[in-house]
């Protein structure tokens, strides 16, 4: 026997004393304990994994999916086990130590357990919430309320713009006819004034010229007669010469007659003139008119054009974000394990009662999925799968813990 | 072309001060020539006048002529005389009244060449005001 006692250093390392070994009735052999030095876990899983396996050994792998090879906590709570039993009444000291060290590590750990539990359940409860409230957000169509807002405001914008646009093509068509009328008038009033004027200042200064042959000289007549000689003869030579002038003036009549004629062709061709600038006047402001109308119509296509591309890009960018939001948002559903069409895993709804519109769908076991699943549906669906079972009795580990204690009897 | 009234008034100022001036003075000289004429014409009757009672005394101291006395050859005379005159006096008065054509066609072709000024004037204002019109037209189109 040696006077070594049996100690638990801070470390968590027991130690044994040599005499505190004794013979297993149950083995055959004395137990040694001396060689026994276990790490205390301070993992609180690999605690709660020991109370199990010590609770109820053949769940263990089950429960925890790690190797229980080298835990060391589950050799010792079996080999305490066994010694427990088999010693009956007769517990040395370093036993009784070893039991209340155990049983506070017990107690400790149950405690620990039911902390994770409790936090474990806050957690999943949390989550369940967080969880209810994305799959309300995504079924109501509420994420999209902003989208739609925004949709709403291009539309209004656009409506703005196209009003816009449109009235600045009104003015712009006002504004040509507005100018054309003011450039029409200031032309025309100043080919008006043209031929006012030339209408009141003929130019034909030779319309009022009369040739005359002039006045004949007097004969002398009287004096001649006074002496008893004839004035036939001179009378005579008198009207020679007025023929004469008369043959003169008569050429000289038709020299202002051609020069009359002439000048009414030149007013005839100045009124003609008139006309024809007055006619090209018109002529080039209409066209120059229908080309600038030309050009408003034009430019409002264009402007119409590009507004209505600039809607469709906008409207494209936020249907854009909208989807790539509904499709972030289905898939942290379907990866933490909600229902995207809102009727329940499984149970169906009124609303996917498709055989009622003649189009027959081949609905999947549940649990299932329809053969054109996607590989994260899949995988939403096996976690699905997994917590099924808790998630339909509404049950927590803890409660599937203390079941299976129920189970034992414990 | 900028469109400028005032440019076409000044230049029609311009041709109305030429013309006038230009009219008073050929005026001026037309009445001047017929002053002359006039003058030449009452020359021209004051010495026939005066030069009728010398031819008959030349043909009385020839004894052609005198009471209960008439010669053929006076008779000839005085219708020679007679047909001078009046020869004279109707070259003299076509001669006047040529010069007075002149005038007046000369007048008339000046007054023609200066309406023809301010007619083209005026359609050249005209167009210049069409122009403008189309240019502040544009002007207005451009601004748009």
Excluded at chain 2, 7 to 27: I, K, L
Excluded at chain 2, 89 to 100: F, R, V
């Amino acid at each position: 026997m040696s006077n070594m006692e049996n100690t638990v250093e801070e470390s968590g390392v027991i130690r044994w004393d040599p005499a505190g070994k004794g013979f297993n009735p149950y083995t055959g052999v004395e137990n040694d304990f001396r060689t026994v030095t276990s790490q205390i876990p301070s993992n609180t899983n690999t605690r709660s994994r020991a109370i199990i396996a010590e609770s109820a050994p053949e769940l263990f792998p089950a429960v925890s999916g790690t190797s229980n090879q080298n835990d060391y906590w589950l050799k010792l709570a079996q080999a305490l086990g066994g010694y427990g039993a088999g010693s009956g009444g007769g517990h040395s000291g370093a036993t009784k130590l070893g039991y209340a060290e155990l049983a506070y590590k017990k107690a400790k750990d149950a405690q620990e357990r039911q902390d994770a539990l409790a936090a474990l359940g806050y957690d999943r409860a949390q989550s369940a919430r967080i969880l209810g409230g994305m799959e309300n957000y995504y079924r109501s169509g509420e994420y999209g309320k902003g989208f739609d807002e925004l949709l709403d405001m291009i539309t209004k914008q656009g409506a703005v713009s196209e009003s816009g646009v449109r009235d600045a093509y009104g003015r712009a068509m006002t504004n040509i006819g507005q100018g054309y009328d003011v450039a029409s008038g200031l032309g025309t009033a100043g080919f008006n004034a043209l031929n006012q004027y030339l209408a009141q200042n003929q130019n034909n200064p030779y319309a009022s010229m009369q040739a005359t042959a002039g006045t004949a000289p007097d004969a002398l007549t009287s004096y001649l007669s006074a002496y008893g000689v004839s004035d036939q003869p001179v009378q005579g030579q008198i009207q020679a010469d007025q023929l004469q002038a008369q043959q003169g003036a008569a050429n000289y009549q038709n020299l202002i007659d051609v020069l009359s004629g002439i000048a009414q062709q030149g007013a005839g061709s100045r009124g003609a003139e008139s006309q024809m600038a007055q006619l090209l006047f018109n002529t080039g402001l209409g066209q120059e008119r229908a080309g600038y109308q030309g050009q408003a119509e034009n430019a409002q296509a264009q402007a119409l054009a590009a507004l209505q591309q600039q809607l469709f890009q906008s409207r494209f960018g936020v249907q854009s974000d909208r989807n790539s939001l509904a499709n972030q948002l289905a898939q942290q559903i379907i990866q933490a394990g909600g229902n995207l069409s809102g009727s329940g895993s499984g149970s169906g709804s009124g609303n996917d009662n498709d055989e009622n519109d003649g189009n027959a769908v081949v609905r999947p076991l549940p649990g299932q999925l329809l053969q054109t699943a996607t590989p994260q549906e899949i995988v939403a669906n096996q976690l699905a799968n997994l917590l099924a079972p808790a998630q339909a009795q509404n049950s927590t580990a803890e409660q599937l813990l203390a079941e299976l204690n129920a189970r034992r009897g414990r | 072309m900028a469109y400028n009234p005032a440019d076409y008034e000044a230049r029609r100022r311009g041709y109305t001060q030429q013309y006038g001036a230009t009219g008073a003075m050929n005026a001026y000289a037309n009445f001047l020539a017929r002053q002359r004429g006039t003058r030449g014409r009452q020359d021209m009757l004051r010495q026939y006048e005066e030069a009728q009672p010398k031819v008959v005394a030349g043909y009385s101291r020839r004894g052609l002529v005198g009471p209960n006395v008439k010669s053929g050859i006076f008779s000839r005379g005085l219708q020679t005389l007679a047909k001078q005159r009046a020869r004279n006096l109707q070259d003299y008065d076509q001669g006047q009244l040529e010069e007075q054509r002149m005038y007046d066609l000369g007048e008339a072709q000046r007054l023609e060449a200066f309406k023809n000024q301010l007619a083209d004037m005026e359609s050249e204002k005209a167009q210049t005001i069409a122009n403008a019109a189309r240019q502040l037209y544009a002007n207005r189109m451009g601004m748009i």
